[in-house]
């Protein structure tokens, strides 16, 4: 129902462009996330969009390099990485949230999607 792509092997400094398709029923009106997992370490917020694209919110680690984006036309969340760096090297996960917003909390989400591996090296 959330299947995610576009990861990938970057050198430092370089960008990568993450999509996320849905299921119609699970993105009308939902807001939606974007988490990271790096090895030996726990899930972790990246990004956040509400239902209709105007309220964004992102983890400190990744302002002002990272940028969500929706289009509620294709059912698809984007997230667009700038400056990567190796610790942004992580399984990137999507995920639908139970309310119109994209929280910050990984419980607030009921779906995920099965993840995309981005690897930076230095």
């Known amino acids: 129902q959330l299947q995610a792509s576009g990861g990938g092997s970057v050198q430092a400094g370089g960008s990568l462009k993450l999509s996320c398709a849905a299921s119609?029923?699970?993105?009308?009106?939902?807001?939606m996330g974007w988490f990271r997992q790096a090895p030996g370490e726990e899930r972790e917020f990246v990004a956040g969009?509400?239902?209709?694209?105007?309220?964004?919110t992102y983890a400190d680690s990744v302002t002002g390099r990272f940028t969500i984006s929706r289009d509620n036309s294709k059912n698809s969340v984007f997230l667009q990485m700038n400056s990567l760096n190796p610790e942004d090297t992580a399984v990137y996960y999507c995920?639908?949230?139970?309310?119109?917003?994209?929280?910050?909390?990984?419980?607030?989400?009921?779906?995920w999607g099965q993840g995309t591996l981005v690897t930076v090296s230095s």
């Open positions: 119609r029923r699970l993105f009308s009106n939902n807001g």
């Open positions: 969009i509400s239902w209709n694209g105007v309220s964004r």
């Open positions: 995920a639908a949230s139970r309310t119109a917003y994209g929280s910050r909390h990984s419980t607030q989400y009921r779906y």
